[in-house]
């Protein structure tokens, strides 16, 4: 059994779309394992206060979309 020919939207090359296959199916295995390189690197740990700050914007972030989208208009 033949798997599907797809053409990776990064690189452009043709590749075999194989069941199980990590990553995107319009991604050759090559960019995707480039990407998910990139993305390990830049995946730092955070420290205290840098995750209580992230924590506070995000609340804050809830909190405005529940009032824009809870809202009386009167």
């Known amino acids: 059994m ?3 020919i797809r053409k990776c939207v990064i690189c452009g090359e043709e ?3 194989k069941p199980g296959k990590p990553g995107f199916a319009n991604r050759c295995p ?3 394992e480039d ?3 990139a993305n ?3 995946g730092r740990k955070l ?3 840098e995750r209580r700050s992230e924590a506070e914007a995000n609340a ?3 909190r ?3 009032d824009l989208l809870y809202r009386k208009d009167s």
């Open 2 to 4: 033949s798997y599907p």
């Open 64 to 66: 405005a979309i529940r």
């Open 30 to 32: 090559d960019c995707t």
């Open 60 to 62: 804050e972030r809830r």
């Open 15 to 17: 590749f075999e779309l």
């Open 40 to 42: 390990s690197k830049s």
């Open 35 to 37: 990407e998910a390189a």
């Open 47 to 49: 420290d205290a206060d």
